[in-house]
């Protein structure tokens, strides 16, 4: 298993849908960040602000990350795990 360590911290947590197919969101607010070894295979998008990392029990979390989608993108490439 291959891994990326990052500065993150929790900004949403996605719970399920409602009935009407709305997303139960919990938000987070003034987390601080940890480093973290994050396994690549969790990692479902990057944003520039956000990483979308599945969780456990089917759920999915938006984590905030210190840095920039160029330097992850660099990051991954690098490590021959981007295909562009």
């Given at each position: 298993?291959?891994?990326?360590?990052?500065?993150?911290?929790?900004?949403?947590?996605?719970?399920?849908?409602?009935?009407k197919?709305?997303?139960?969101?919990?938000?987070?607010?003034?987390?601080?960040?940890?480093?973290?070894?994050?396994?690549?295979?969790?990692?479902?998008?990057?944003?520039?602000?956000?990483?979308?990392?599945?969780?456990s029990?089917g759920?999915?979390?938006?984590?905030?990350?210190?840095?920039?989608?160029?330097?992850?993108?660099?990051?991954?490439?690098?490590?021959?795990?981007?295909?562009?």
């Open positions: 298993m291959k891994y990326i360590a990052l500065r993150v911290r929790t900004a949403m947590l996605v719970h399920g849908y409602t009935a197919n709305q997303e139960i969101v919990e938000e987070f607010h003034d987390e601080p960040f940890l480093e973290k070894l994050i396994a690549i295979e969790r990692i479902q998008s990057v944003t520039e602000k956000y990483l979308l990392v599945s969780s029990h759920r999915m979390m938006y984590w905030e990350y210190e840095g920039d989608l160029d330097s992850i993108a660099q990051r991954l490439n690098a490590a021959g795990l981007l295909i562009a």
